[in-house]
């Protein structure tokens, strides 16, 4: 769908059902649960190349001279390369992270609607996707920064727009960078308080893992991820295109 059929959509949804979307959310997880463990062990694999730059001149530095990890001040030699890497890392582990999240919401709409196609989970690592990856990581921390300069208090407000990124990234190919920001804010401000609800409620259930001897996480991570499909369907929903 093109930017003014998905703005119109949006104004013409209904307000989003907090327990009718977190019940669905549920029983779809009971039939992707297998697929989000895999996600989550692919996202591990696929971010490690991106710490190790990060972390490597720490690692030099201990070896070479163990006195500056006992320091209670890192030298600036370190200090100055991490902070350099830091956004560059940070836009890199975005961007993997929206690929693959973005795959497990197409694998969350197949089992939801029956659709004969493979768990490709990298189905979204294709030049037109990256690229708007990228740009999408780029605004993501423009938002982020913006957020914190309101005194941090304005991250909260961009977690609902944010979360959402995915969905519009996985289901909207026609969609610019800023057209899937703009759609985000658009769906975010209609149902900003049952979305932030949704979000908080279900991390907090996908942390359970954790009791599990904390490996239990790796299964029940991806729940917190689930809304997200819901939240599209039922305000936008699907073209026979998608």
């Known amino acids: ?8 959509k949006i104004e013409q949804s209904t307000a989003l059902d907090f327990s009718l979307i977190f019940s669905k959310s549920i029983e779809l997880f009971k039939l992707v649960w297998v697929q989000g463990f895999i996600i989550v062990l692919l996202t591990f694999a ?9 972390y490597l001149p720490l690692l030099i530095a201990g070896v070479t001279d ?3 990890l006992r320091s209670e001040e890192a030298p600036p030699e370190l200090i100055i390369p991490m902070v350099i890497l830091m956004p560059i890392m940070f836009l ?3 961007t993997i992270s929206l690929l693959l999240n973005a795959a497990f919401l197409r694998i969350c709409k197949n089992k939801d609607l029956n659709l004969s196609e493979s768990d490709n989970y990298f189905y979204y690592f294709k030049k037109k996707y990256v690229s708007k990856s990228i740009s999408l990581a780029l605004l993501t921390l423009g938002l982020l920064l913006l957020g914190m300069l309101a005194c941090g208090i304005g991250v909260f407000y961009m977690v609902v727009p944010i979360s959402l990124i995915p969905a519009f990234l996985a289901f909207d190919e026609e969609l610019t960078a800023m057209e899937i920001i703009k759609s985000c804010f658009s769906l975010g401000n209609k149902n900003w308080l049952v979305i932030f609800g949704l979000v908080i409620v279900m991390g907090l259930l996908a942390e359970l893992g954790v009791l599990l ?3 239990g996480v790796l299964f029940t991570a991806m729940l917190a991820k689930i809304p997200v499909y819901f939240m599209y369907k039922d305000s936008i929903g699907f073209s026979p295109e998608t």
Not at 1 to 8: E, H
Not at 46 to 54: A, D, E, G, Q, S
């Open 1 to 8: 769908m093109i930017f003014s059929d998905i703005t119109s």
């Open 46 to 54: 696929t971010l490690i190349p991106f710490y190790i730059p990060m």
């Open 66 to 68: 163990p006195e500056i």
């Open 92 to 94: 890199g582990i975005t």
């Open 213 to 215: 001897c904390f490996v």
